[in-house]
């Protein structure tokens, strides 16, 4: 059975910083790049990084450039989402996914995790 599982969200206030984890069962993680897509309150998807199957390159989203990073870990076959000075406007449900081609577009993964809630809030 394929699956992905998120963790690591919570409530943090601004300028805080939490850590996502993806971990991934039932397929080959290392055959995938690797996306994080986050979903606030009333409105679309937006892609926020991806991490390629091959050599680690990385894509991040404009929003989060400079405060977001994207790694994996092949012997544990998690995928991670550092996040630094965190805003409130990060606030969102945060989706991992797991995608044949390297990008943050949401229509072009095969997987998704159930999702996990980041709250920034004074």
């Known amino acids: 059975q394929v699956q992905l599982v998120e963790s690591g969200g919570g409530l943090v206030q601004p300028g805080g910083s939490l850590k996502l984890s993806c971990g991934a069962s039932?397929?080959?993680?290392?055959?995938?790049?690797v996306g994080w897509i986050r979903q606030a309150p009333g409105k679309e998807r937006e892609g926020v990084s991806c991490?390629?199957?091959?050599?680690?390159?990385?894509l991040y989203s404009d929003s989060v450039k400079g405060r977001v990073a994207i790694s994996r870990d092949s012997a544990k076959a998690t995928v991670y989402l550092q996040m630094n000075n965190l805003k409130i406007e990060d606030t969102a449900v945060y989706y991992c996914?797991?995608?044949?081609?390297?990008?943050?577009?949401?229509?072009?993964?095969?997987?998704w995790g159930q999702g996990t809630q980041v709250t920034v809030s004074s």
């Open positions: 039932g397929f080959t993680l290392d055959d995938y790049a």
């Open positions: 991490i390629s199957s091959s050599d680690g390159s990385t």
């Open positions: 996914g797991a995608t044949r081609r390297w990008t943050t577009m949401k229509d072009q993964y095969d997987y």
